[in-house]
């Protein structure tokens, strides 16, 4: 049995609020990836425009026993077409959102930063995790923990600047951003420690914006208020954070899911950085974590039309 994730509910609500998006499947060949567009759609929460080999998605939707005869079907040869031409939708103004069937990310995201044909912007494309973790007060968001494997310095600014991009859409208010590192000291041994001093000078001087960043911070000192007490730290961060940016993927990635296997969490996934959403999602997810994925995606593509904060309005 899922456990209740109250922030996921609020989510899902808000955009079912705000209106469905239409979003371009690439390549749903899969029961889990089928379903998940459905489950999106029958919520109310996206318009899912089914784009892979029309027969092999007939006929998982068949073998499955889901009814597909009201989602229009983009015909593909295999799923590099598949990832092309849901980016081509998008160009065309016919989808505002992209989300991940069965093929591998690396495909789709192949397609999504094309030089030629692809969706980049001047920032730097990165994956956000918007975790329902037990007994929090609000989310918590955890970057990068699907994209950037060994982020530089300058990755991480625009990093971050998405992740306080999407807060600022989920209505976090005010955004505080912890700069993980294993220590809250800045080491010259521990260019993690480096990395977050730099960003908290460059959010000084206004290069990064929207938001409240401290560190280097260990994980207990971003928080839980009693070990940064312990510790003597005084920021309006540190112990209260509500963005978490790793030093690296696999430090995100490994945080994210213990989280979610250890401590009950759910997590949302989505990249941000290109023209539109992108809505990853893991055949590990539980069907409350894709809905959410979808609803964040819906609340970032309608911001991006309207440039309003649509949670909590």
């Avoid at 005010?174 to 220590?183: N, S």
């Amino acid at each position: 049995m899922e456990r209740p994730h109250p922030h996921y509910d609020r989510l899902i609500a808000a955009a079912r609020h705000a209106g469905p998006a239409t979003v371009a499947v690439a390549h749903p060949c899969d029961r889990n990836s089928l379903e998940g567009a459905l489950d999106a759609a029958r919520m109310g929460l996206i318009n899912p425009i089914l784009v892979g080999p029309a027969a092999r998605i007939r006929e998982v939707a068949d073998e499955a026993r889901l009814d597909i005869s009201a989602l229009p079907i983009v015909d593909t040869e295999h799923s590099h077409a598949s990832a092309a031409r849901a980016v081509q939708l998008v160009h065309e103004g016919q989808a505002s959102a992209l989300m991940k069937g069965s093929l591998h990310t690396d495909e789709l995201m192949g397609a999504v930063v094309a030089t030629a044909t692809g969706l980049r912007t001047a920032r730097r494309l990165s994956h956000c995790f918007v975790m329902d973790v037990p007994d929090r007060a609000e989310p918590l968001i955890i970057t990068d923990a699907a994209v950037n494997i060994v982020p530089t310095l300058a990755d991480k600014v625009d990093i971050v600047q998405n992740a306080i991009d999407l807060a600022h859409v989920l209505r976090f208010n005010p955004v505080k951003v912890a700069i993980l590192a294993a220590v809250e000291t800045v080491s010259s041994k521990m260019p993690s420690t480096i990395d977050a001093a730099a960003l908290c000078k460059m959010a000084d001087r206004g290069q990064i914006t929207g938001a409240l960043l401290d560190g280097p911070l260990a994980m207990d000192n971003a928080i839980d208020p009693e070990a940064a007490a312990i510790k003597h730290l005084v920021s309006p961060v540190a112990g209260q954070a509500n963005v978490l940016l790793a030093p690296d993927l696999e430090a995100g990635n490994m945080l994210a899911k213990s989280l979610t296997f250890m401590a009950g969490a759910s997590a949302a996934g989505i990249v941000l950085g290109a023209r539109v959403p992108v809505i990853l999602t893991s055949r590990a997810d539980t069907v409350q974590a894709r809905l959410a994925s979808c609803a964040v995606a819906v609340l970032v593509a309608h911001s991006k039309l309207s440039g309003a904060r649509i949670l909590g309005s």
